[in-house]
């Protein structure tokens, strides 16, 4: 049975489309004044390449947070530029890491400044590495690779799998 206290909590209102369409999406912004929204980057391309039929200064929203898939850093600047004092903060997550593994948004240290191009910072409890996946070595600072993550909320395996999970 799924809980209903996110919905309780800290006097908020929760607004939740079961379908989208960039249209209804807009019109709750409005019509509910909300100033904190979850969204995926193709939407926030759709809301930059969109010819608004209000000013967007109307809207009461002031940070969104992205995740789901990479956000260039031309298209946070477009979307902060057609939206103007409105947040951009990135996450990182799988759900083998109760989704959440990498935000500018870390409740037990507040909010960390967000920078175009990056998700942002570890959250506590958690340990990370960077390694290349060819030779499992550790890689230095700004070289890609490949994301380990260590911490109690790591999921310890997947159901038929024969060996735990590296």
């Known amino acids: 049975m799924p809980s209903l206290q996110p919905f309780y909590i800290s006097n908020h209102l929760h607004v939740h489309c079961f379908r989208y369409n960039l249209q209804d999406f807009l019109a709750i912004l409005l019509k509910h004044g909300v100033t904190?929204?979850?969204?995926?980057?193709?939407i926030l391309l759709q809301l930059v390449k969109t010819d608004?039929?209000?000013?967007p200064s109307k809207l009461k929203l002031k940070s969104v947070l992205t995740a789901a898939a990479p956000?260039?850093?031309?298209?946070?600047?477009?979307f902060e530029a057609k939206f103007p004092g409105v947040e951009?903060?990135?996450?990182y997550g799988l759900t083998e890491y109760s989704c959440v593994t990498i935000s500018h948004c870390d409740p037990s240290n507040g909010r960390g400044p967000s920078k175009p191009g990056s998700v942002g910072f570890r959250l506590s409890g958690l340990e990370l590495k960077f390694r290349d996946p060819s030779t499992g070595l550790s890689l230095p600072?700004?070289?890609?690779?490949?994301?380990?993550?260590?911490?109690e909320s790591t999921m310890k395996g997947?159901?038929?799998?024969?060996?735990p999970m590296d």
């Open 36 to 42: 904190f929204a979850p969204i995926v980057p193709p």
């Open 52 to 55: 608004l039929n209000f000013d």
């Open 71 to 78: 956000l260039g850093i031309e298209l946070q600047r477009a």
């Open 88 to 91: 951009v903060h990135q996450a």
């Open 141 to 151: 600072a700004n070289t890609p690779g490949e994301i380990c993550v260590r911490g």
């Open 158 to 163: 997947k159901i038929r799998l024969s060996r």
